[in-house]
């Protein structure tokens, strides 16, 4: 079985422009989260979509956005990218809508913001 | 704001000895669950307690759960130098989203 997979895991962006990151969960999974890791605020929760709809969202800023598409895959998109949005991107499956259960997570995007 | 504060925040052990790591957390949960992240990688997902219960085993791996004290503790026994990683708590009520802490940064020496 295939695990989460992250696309790209590398990317380096100038400020002012946007980015779009992949996450494909593991089949079956109908649940994405995404975070934000950062060396000063560790794994910050960004938003989760559960059949295609955003259930909850963190305390971040309107230029983080997601979706989810009928496949389960999600892609989480940053405008007017800024400096401090350099981070590591990990996006987690689950099976089903409870957060109590295990999380399977991909290996990250690394986005650069320079 | 973090819900789970984990204890130490680095620790440094020579291999075959036993690693513990300590979370703290503030609310009420459902469970309490421990993870694992090598250098800039994906967290691993390690072990999950249930509020009901107090100690679980997998492997060399050993957690406790005191929900009175509001804390959870992780102990590696006979270290490897593979153990060496970032290890997270995170905790959920159910409906709500984890919550990680900062982790604690393990560096176990061959």
């Known amino acids: 079985k295939a695990g989460v997979t992250q696309t790209p895991r590398y990317l380096i962006k100038t400020r002012g422009q946007q980015v779009t990151l992949s996450c494909s969960p593991i089949?079956?999974?109908?649940?994405v989260s995404w975070y934000q890791q950062t060396p000063g605020q560790g794994l910050q929760f960004l938003f989760e979509?559960?059949?295609?709809?955003?259930?909850n969202k963190g305390n971040f800023p309107g230029r983080f956005s997601g979706r989810q598409f009928s496949n389960s895959r999600s892609e989480m998109n940053v405008s007017t990218l800024e400096l401090g949005d350099s981070a590591l991107y990990l996006c987690?499956?689950?099976?089903?809508?409870?957060?109590?259960?295990?999380?399977?997570f991909g290996q990250g995007t690394r986005l650069t913001v320079v | 704001s973090q819900q789970g504060e984990e204890d130490p925040q680095a620790l440094s052990i020579q291999e075959g000895e036993n690693a513990t790591m300590n979370c703290s957390y503030k609310?009420?949960?459902?469970?309490l669950q421990w993870y694992r992240q090598n250098s800039g990688r994906g967290l691993v997902h390690l072990i999950l307690?249930?509020?009901?219960?107090r100690e679980k085993h997998s492997g060399r791996l050993r957690v406790t759960l005191d929900t009175s004290k509001k804390s959870s503790s992780l102990l590696i026994t006979a270290s490897r130098a593979a153990d060496t990683a970032s290890y997270f708590c995170?905790?959920?009520?159910?409906?709500?989203?984890?919550?990680f802490g900062k982790g604690t940064r393990l560096s176990v020496i061959a």
């Open positions: 987690a499956s689950r099976t089903g809508g409870r957060y109590d259960t295990e999380a399977f």
């Open positions: 307690i249930r509020s009901n219960e």
């Open positions: 089949s079956g999974h109908r649940s």
């Open positions: 979509y559960f059949s295609e709809t955003q259930r």
């Open positions: 609310t009420s949960i459902n469970n």
């Open positions: 995170a905790t959920s009520s159910g409906n709500t989203p984890l919550v």
